[in-house]
């Protein structure tokens, strides 16, 4: 099974509204990572936050980590019909055995109407 | 700078036929993952390779096999394709755990 586990699966909102996606995962990480990707095409990153760090802006984009929970959330603000794609987080390990494995969720489609 | 470049970009293969994807990154990268991505999915790791010289298998490497050539490459091999094998395959890079990943454009293959 994947490491991350996105919620929800697809979201759809107006233009100016914020979005919310949320990023469950399994296994101890070292960081956590969103990635864009517009249809057909490959992905683009977005944001990186560190196992030490709680939270990081970026632009509109906010990102929190909470590793008790094993969580994480991407907050995009003022959102634009540009913002439509598909977005995943990713999660990467940098110890023992599984020392660089880089894995993701399986997305969230999220649509912004003019 | 061309980033992380595959070939080819399209496939169309017969079932039993075999074939080797591409990649190639010039950003001095350590670490390299073959990924595919099936309609409506998300990435699911295929190999990694998290620096020259190792491989590991990720979460789907059935039928599947790799090659890290050197520092810049990484290949996958499909040594006899199956239609569930059918799917758009991406290659990407790291330099370390505290990096992002960057991506090459993907391989759109079709096994009939």
């Known amino acids: 099974s994947q490491q991350g586990e996105e919620d929800p699966q697809a979201l759809s909102i107006q233009e100016g509204e914020n979005a919310t996606m949320n990023c469950s995962y399994k296994t101890s990480i070292n960081n956590l990572q969103w990635y864009r990707q517009n249809s057909g095409r490959g992905l683009v990153h977005l944001i990186l936050i560190r196992s030490n760090e709680r939270e990081k802006h970026s632009g509109r984009l906010r990102v929190t980590l909470d590793t008790s929970k094993k969580s994480s959330s991407l907050l995009i603000t003022a959102s634009r019909a540009a913002d439509t794609a598909s977005y995943f987080c990713a999660t990467f390990r940098a110890g023992g055995t599984s020392y660089g494995k880089l894995t993701f969720g399986q997305g969230t489609i999220l649509t912004v109407h003019p | 700078n061309a980033g992380v470049t595959q070939t080819p970009k399209f496939q169309v293969l017969k079932t039993g036929q075999s074939m080797t994807l591409q990649c190639a990154q010039d950003?001095?990268?350590?670490?390299m993952y073959w990924y595919r991505q099936d309609p409506g999915m998300g990435l699911r790791l295929i190999y990694y390779?998290?620096?020259?010289?190792?491989?590991d298998k990720g979460e789907v490497p059935n039928g599947y096999n790799v090659s890290r050539l050197n520092k810049r490459e990484f290949s996958l091999r499909l040594e006899s394709a199956a239609p569930s094998q059918t799917s758009v395959y991406f290659c990407a890079s790291l330099t370390g755990w505290r990096t992002e990943a960057f991506f090459g454009q993907g391989t759109r293959l079709t096994v009939v």
């Open positions: 390779s998290a620096s020259e010289g190792t491989t």
């Open positions: 950003m001095n990268h350590n670490s």
